[in-house]
């Protein structure tokens, strides 16, 4: 056994790499690391993963999936609901039985036990006699079945039976995440998506171990839960969406389906009420909202900062508070994202009395603030959350102030949109998305450090990453794939991996070796140029 980590020294990979090919009878010279090819027999090295694992041992026989291969999972319905999940996936390619049983030895084991692990940790050993993933919570489990994933041919994604071999190196793999937030968002308001859409959202972000998926819930354009005291908010603030469409929104009950899915794909969901500005859906439904008292129009554009709630009035809180309330008891998760944005049309004073007023709301009902950073220009309350939007070039008084709150113990949620915002263009020729970030091609997205990018923020207010999906020109689940992919697994390693395994030069060719399995789950991925795809 050879003791490695993901940090090996360029040559020792390349030259791994090259005995790997080698060994496939595909040998090439001068050629950059090849991706581990799918035609070969060869299984995938076990920190050939996205996001890379904390460590890795490589060396022992790979274990190989056979009819005979059993899921074998702790007396315990969460981790026979993982393992009935890795069947699930497991069965339609590999054409294997892959019954559930908690006893017998061999096959692939899910297992509950003490350890080191951390509250989303895992270890995954593998050897000729089976595969055992051992964690210390269920959450763990099912990151290391996301590795257990990764590791086999990609062919695994599919429906239907495939030849295989269907093997898992032989070796362990130790791991546990940088940053206990990981998070993507989706705008569901400027354009609706339906729960359905939602749902294939998280299973992407499942594969890539994030566990928060903050919905936009309500801008101008459209209000996406139904509020039971407010009803026209939904009724006719959900009933359009920019361009015009008819936009829609999310009964309490499908609301709570996507909660209980994210939850069995271990996302926890965080809503967001953005206020008092990006309200124009909440003051066209009630004229009472307006300071004047006359409901505006339904707004189908892309203009930000023109909207606001009405600050003096008392309605303000009695809407905030019912809202609140009504989302808080809807949410198990522990955060309420206030928004708190581009309020343009509220005065410094007004924002600041606004959000003196609307975080206690939040506290009564039991969550955590999280607001844009703006927020850290007001009084962010003790245990707050900033989400951090701001560009390389963002000024350094801005960043100051953000900074300073950090100091101060507000938690930090790092979401640059010159990095990861996954709405903005690759190139000028991007079809979709927006450019006022700038241009983020792969590698930009990829090549920052969380733990260090704010000047002045200590290393310990970070909590995480989230990449933030705003869907102005995005319609379509392909629309926001070709978005999201290439770029979302980067934003998932720089939650999940060690600083020390950040590289490029390596992490694009594991990148270049996710692309078959997006061909096999469907998911329309943008070819950039800055990655060596696999050419077949
Ligand atoms: C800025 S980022 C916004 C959103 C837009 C987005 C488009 C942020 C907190 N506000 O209202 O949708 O840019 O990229």
Redesign the pocket.
């Known amino acids: 056994m050879r003791r490695t980590h993901s940090t090996t020294p360029r040559t020792t990979r390349v030259l791994g790499s090259l005995l790997l090919v080698a060994a496939a009878g595909v040998f090439t010279l001068g050629a950059a690391p090849a991706a581990p090819a799918a035609r070969t027999a060869a299984p995938t090295p076990l920190d050939q993963v996205i996001p890379a694992p904390a460590s890795v041992t490589h060396g022992g026989t790979p274990y190989r999936l056979t009819r005979a291969t059993g899921v074998r999972v702790d007396d315990s319905a969460e981790v026979r609901r993982i393992g009935a999940y890795l069947a699930g996936i497991l069965r339609p390619s590999t054409g294997y039985p892959l019954a559930l049983t908690d006893h017998g030895t061999g096959g692939i084991r899910l297992h509950l036990a003490p350890g080191d692990f951390g509250a989303e940790g895992y270890r995954l050993h593998s050897d000729a006699g089976g595969v055992t993933i051992t964690a210390s919570a269920p959450a763990g489990l099912f990151h290391g079945v996301q590795t257990l994933r990764q590791l086999l041919p990609p062919a695994v994604e599919k429906k239907t039976a495939q030849p295989g071999p269907w093997q898992i190196a032989g070796g362990t793999v130790q791991d546990r995440p940088r940053y206990s937030y990981r998070g993507a968002m989706l ?1 569901v308001s ?1 354009h609706f998506l339906t729960v359905d859409q939602v749902k294939r959202y998280i299973d992407q972000l499942a594969l890539y171990k994030l566990n928060e998926l903050h919905l ?1 819930l309500s ?1 101008d354009q459209g209000w996406r839960i139904a509020i039971d005291s407010w009803p026209r908010l939904a009724a006719y603030g959900g009933s359009t969406e920019v361009g015009g469409g008819p936009g829609g929104y999310y009964t309490k009950a499908q609301y709570q389906e996507i909660v209980r899915y994210a939850a069995s794909r271990y996302l926890e969901v965080v809503p967001e009420i ?1 206020m008092p500005g ?1 309200t124009n859906a909440a003051l066209a439904s009630y004229a009472e909202l307006n300071c004047d008292g006359t409901a505006p129009p339904l707004y189908t554009g ?1 203009k ?1 900062g023109f909207s606001s709630l009405c600050v003096p009035k008392q309605v303000t809180y009695d809407f905030a508070d019912d809202v609140i309330r009504e989302l808080a008891a809807l949410t198990p998760g522990r955060y309420l994202h206030i ?4 309020a343009h049309s509220t005065s410094h004073a007004d924002y600041v009395a606004f959000m003196d007023r609307v975080q206690p709301i939040v506290a009564k009902y039991g969550k955590t603030v999280i607001g ?3 927020l850290t220009g007001a009084h962010p309350v003790p245990g707050a959350l900033a ?1 951090y ?1 701001g560009l390389d070039s963002t000024s350094a008084a801005e960043k100051d102030q953000v900074a300073k709150a950090a100091r101060n113990g507000t938690g930090l949620i790092l ?1 640059p ?1 010159d990095r990861i ?1 996954l ?2 263009k690759y190139t000028k020729d991007t079809r979709l ?2 450019d ?2 700038g241009l983020v091609e792969v590698r930009r997205s990829y090549d920052w450090n969380p733990g260090d990018y704010l000047p002045g923020a200590p290393a310990s207010a970070v909590r995480g990453v989230e990449a ?1 999906m ?3 020109t995005l319609k379509e689940s392909a629309d926001i794939e070709y978005m999201a992919f290439p770029r979302l697994p980067g934003a998932a390693e720089l939650g999940w991996s060690p600083a020390a395994t950040h590289d490029w030069d390596t992490y694009k060719v594991r990148l270049a070796a996710q692309a078959p399995r997006w061909d096999a789950l469907g998911i329309t991925y943008y070819r950039s140029p800055q990655v060596p795809w696999p050419t077949n």
């Open positions: 705008d400027r936009h801008d953005d990006h892309t930000v928004g708190g944005d581009e844009w950073h703006q989400q939007w979401s949109a915002y709405d903005m998305g927006l006022w970030a933030p705003w869907s102005e």
